[in-house]
């Protein structure tokens, strides 16, 4: 194969970055390579959420977690990132204390951002395999999709688990993270497409 074949091969949509790792194409190879990244995306997404800042007036905290599971959906396409995100949060409800600050259940106030992360994961995953992270204005736009899924999912969920108005909720549960989403877009935005560029190579 060309050198120009196979850099076609990799920048055409259909594909995620992590479908570029090598690996044994056996079938048990792909399954034990797909287990691993599954893995590694809940444990990745489960480190990020104990970077944690509390918002005064909230009850959710600002926290890597979000940014990690949009970039583990992004990355491994959506079918893992669902299942990668779904085990991050079975065993945070089954007790693991890697919820944001070391919480764990689904009793808490922040528990709807978690099921949000589950479907944006997965949303995002789609949009990648469609080249939704090859350049930085599709990167933006794929990641402003997830994050809107995230608050349409937690910001409710907040709204009923602590009694607050949808009004007082958006102010608690959204308002005080725009900026902080902005500046994680910005940082998807040059890492993602920047990736598939050393890919290309």
Do not use: C
């Not at 106030?109 to 589950?118: E, I, T």
């Amino acid at each position: 194969m060309s050198t120009a074949t196979a850099t076609a091969a990799v920048a055409r949509p259909g594909k995620v970055l992590a479908d570029l790792l090598p690996a044994s194409r056996t079938k048990s190879a792909v399954v034990a390579k797909s287990a691993a990244l599954v893995v590694g995306g809940a444990v990745l997404t489960g480190i990020a959420a104990q970077i944690a800042i509390p918002v005064p007036g909230s009850p959710v905290p600002v926290t890597g977690q979000t940014f990690a599971a949009l970039l583990v959906g992004t990355a491994l396409g959506a079918r893992r990132g669902f299942l990668s995100i779904a085990l991050y949060a079975l065993a945070g409800m089954a007790g693991m204390p890697w919820f944001a600050e070391g919480g764990s259940g689904y009793s808490m106030p922040s528990f709807g951002y978690v099921l949000g992360m589950l479907l944006a994961a997965t949303v995002v995953g789609s949009l990648a395999r469609r080249g939704g992270d090859r350049s930085a204005l599709r990167t933006v736009g794929t990641m402003l999709v997830g994050e809107a899924i995230i608050y349409a999912i937690g910001v409710p969920y907040l709204a009923l688990s602590t009694g607050m108005s949808l009004t007082a909720a958006i102010a608690a549960g959204l308002t005080p993270f725009l900026i902080g989403d902005a500046l994680k877009a910005a940082l998807a935005m040059g890492a993602l497409p920047t990736a598939w560029k050393y890919a290309d190579k």
